[in-house]
């Protein structure tokens, strides 16, 4: 089977906070459901995009 890799980005804390602060609160209320490193049921494309 291949393999795929996913694109990653490195971003500073400031970056990942002003993300967080963009986002829908209902779409920060489903990923606080979510345990660490866990993808929702369905896949990640089943969240709304970013705002």
């Known amino acids: 089977m291949a ?4 694109t990653r980005r490195l971003v500073s804390f400031r970056q990942f906070a002003d993300w967080l602060d963009a986002q829908d609160p209902e ?12 993808a929702p049921t369905g896949g990640r494309g089943t ?3 970013a705002a």
């Open 3 to 6: 393999r795929t890799r996913t």
């Open 27 to 38: 779409v920060l209320a489903e990923m606080r459901t979510l345990g660490p490193g866990r």
């Open 47 to 49: 969240y709304p995009t």
